[in-house]
């Protein structure tokens, strides 16, 4: 657990949170869940929560409970929907935009919970379409068509690259793999340039 880690109890036992709020009044608020088997230190989330607080976004960096319990495997996608649900909801998200978002297994929870939580948007990086080689096995159907949302994925992504729609949009990361390690910074200014289009940061 980190310093400024606050625990949340969920269904599916205590979940930390890590909060950092921008200088000035955040104009959103945007919750950010990690993927399978990594965590909320993961290069391209600590990218991207520095880029959004510097324009006032309140970034909220979300651990479900299997993780703070020590297990590399994730619980089944209905245990991280509850968890994610309750992590959501005890922030308490009522008078700024709620963007929920995540990297990989953290993106397609923050994709199938997005509706129920009211979030106004959703940010996906490395979105996993598909498990590696199996394209048929394809997860389109989690990704949201009734708000914005955006994917970052890396045109070297295994799990493939989701396709754009009316509000979808889709940003693929020249060179970058699944880790999306490759130009975090570059990443991150283009979820921002997103937020911003959205009025969802300065």
Sequence with gaps: MDSSDQEIATPR??????????????????????GAGGGVDAPD????????TASGVRVVLATQPYRVAGRKAPAPAAQLDEAWMAIVAALGVRDRPLIVGGRSSGARVACRTAAALGAAGVLCLAFPLHPPGKPEKSRAGELPDDRPTLVLNGDRDPFGVPAPGPLRDVAVRPGAAHDLRKDVKGTAALAVEWLRRHDWAT
Excluded: F, N
């Design 13 to 34: 036992g205590p979940a930390w949170i890590r909060v950092t709020d921008p200088a000035g009044p955040a104009v959103s608020v945007l919750v950010v869940g990690h």
């Design 45 to 52: 989330i600590l990218a991207l929560r520095d880029a959004a």
